[in-house]
């Protein structure tokens, strides 16, 4: 990877240089949070210190500021994904925020009694849960697309199981538990034959290529800051204007109405409409200065980087007798999802962590997916543009001795 | 390792590997599911009580080396033991592994199950220790299922 300095990267990255239980922090839970660069820290620390106050209401120097700073950092997520319009950019807590956001208020004004939502069997609890919720409010049905064995979505079953009873379809664009890629643009070009909108859940992906929401033809596409080196509490949750347009408000109270009486409330437009109440500013301007920070790297380089990451971790640990790999995608990203023979996750886990190696042990909020694969959880390491072989190294030498303790 | 050694000791990973008392007991007359949403695990414990002592007390189920551990020495221990006592010691496991009852100093009756002390070190896995015991502690109280969270 010659045209990757990984090495300068991690420079920006202040926590990759601290140690863990005495070794050099290897850190590889990214697809549960990545880190934080400094531009961003110094880009928060700033609206702390200088520009804070309350956004869209007060008329003096520094609410105008403030205001300024959040919308500019709204442009920017516009930009980002390649959004035909800024207005359509909501600003969440995050995708299970967004997500929320969609079912109920899509389902609100779209979906009624003997309807059809359809949820793949890859999704991440926070893509199932809020609309097994909106299915059982409206009178409509949950239906899974399944997996085959290589944790892919079974394209002939989506295709069969679309109908004219379908109001919606969520799925992710990348898996967070397996790492599989799902074909998301033709899925969604299936279900437009028929008039459905497809949400897509994509906190796994904005971090890991670029992303163009009109090319995709993404009707919500949904994500959080601080799975993109940005800070928790920001996210955004992408919508056509022909829907949002047409869906009543989530939350309600300030900020996002036109007039009040008590006999009647008009709403704000997008995207005021969509964000009661005081946002998370400095979260909402760390976003942007994530964004800033991603084009400021060649972050097709960055891709292939993780690419190699991935195929070299594959490598190593498939070499290991005893380990499983779960989630075998012919296009996958970032996640790499293991067990050790008659070693739970969880051990795993621990004694990796005394090694300074932070991975993910348990069922990654996507149980349906342990359930298929038939595992109480999984170990799973996920890498950043940040990890090195190095770091891969010490994770298959870490793994081995998980074997040795438990021979 | 040192601290790690402390965690995974021989006993516990002879006790992971042949766990005791894994089965069920047919006809108990007192059970329950315990689960760890955190992780998933789940097991379940069944207790056949004699008057006011424990007969036979046995569990089935999935979970890590740690939970596995703990409910399978927790089967030993309380064989013979009367409800009472049982109770007592659920208080003292559960004192133990959340730093309130020091097995050095402090009068207790645990015995070999102060071998769990070493999960004070490893706040994340204080749930996996003491899993086997709530779900005792629940199945006594004629409850059927209980959770760590
Ligand atoms: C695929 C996927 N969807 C949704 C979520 C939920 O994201 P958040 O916890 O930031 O709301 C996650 C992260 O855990 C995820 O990986």
Known sequence: ?407 | MSELNDLYQETILEHNKNPRNFREIEGADKQAVGNNPLCGDALRVFVRMDGDTVDDVAFKGSGCAISKASASMMTQTLKGKTREEAEAMFHEFQDMVTGKLDVETDENHLGKLKIFSGVLEFPARVKCASLSWHTLNAALSGEDEVSTE
């Open chain 1, 1 to 407: 990877m010659s045209d990757w300095d990984v090495e300068k990267i991690r420079k920006d990255f202040p926590v990759l240089s601290q140690t863990v239980n005495g070794k050099p922090l290897v850190y590889l839970d990214n697809a549960a949070s990545s880190q934080v660069p400094q531009s961003v820290i110094d880009r928060t620390s700033k609206y702390l210190a200088e520009e804070h106050s309350n956004i869209h209401r007060g008329v003096h120097y520094l609410s105008q500021h403030a205001t300024t700073a959040y919308e500019a950092a709204r442009e920017k997520v516009k930009r980002f994904i390649n959004a035909p319009d800024v207005n359509c950019c909501i600003f969440v807590r995050g995708t299970t925020e967004g997500i929320n956001l969609v079912a109920h208020s899509y389902g609100k004004g779209f979906i009624g009694e003997g309807d059809e939502i359809l949820v793949s069997q890859l999704e991440h609890h926070s893509n199932i849960i809020p609309w097994q919720v909106t299915a059982e409010e409206r009178g409509a049905k949950l239906r899974m697309i399944p997996i085959n064995d290589r944790g892919e979505i079974m394209i002939e079953e989506y295709d069969k199981l679309l109908n004219e009873r379908t109001k919606i379809v969520a799925v992710s664009h990348v898996s967070n538990s397996l790492g599989t890629v799902n074909p998301i643009k033709e899925m969604i070009a299936t279900a437009h034959k028929l008039g459905v909108p497809v949400c897509v859940d994509a906190a796994q992906s904005v971090p890991h290529f670029p992303v163009d929401v009109q090319d995709l033809d993404a009707d919500f596409y949904v994500f959080s800051g601080h799975k993109m080196f940005g800070p928790t509490g920001s996210g955004v949750m992408y919508g056509k204007r022909e829907w949002l347009d047409k869906m009543p408000p989530y939350q309600t109270g300030g900020s996002q109405i036109r007039t009040v009486s008590f006999e009647k409330t008009t709403y704000a437009p997008l995207p005021a409409k969509f964000e009661a109440g005081t946002p998370a500013i400095a979260a909402g301007i760390g976003l942007g200065a994530a964004i800033d920070y991603l084009n400021s790297i060649d972050f097709a380089a960055a891709a292939a980087h993780e690419h190699d990451l991935l195929e070299y971790a594959t490598a190593r640990l498939a070499d290991i007798p005893g380990i499983k790999i779960t989630g075998t995608a012919a296009e996958k990203a970032s996640v790499l999802s293991f067990t050790i023979e008659n070693v739970h996750p969880h051990d795993i886990g621990t004694i990796l962590d005394q090694q300074g190696i932070a991975v993910r042990a348990g069922h990654h909020c996507a149980q349906p997916v342990m359930q298929f694969f038939d595992v109480p959880a999984t170990a799973r390491a996920s890498f950043a543009f940040y990890n090195t072989r190095e770091e891969v190294d010490k994770l298959a030498d870490a793994v081995q001795k998980v074997i040795e303790v438990f021979a």
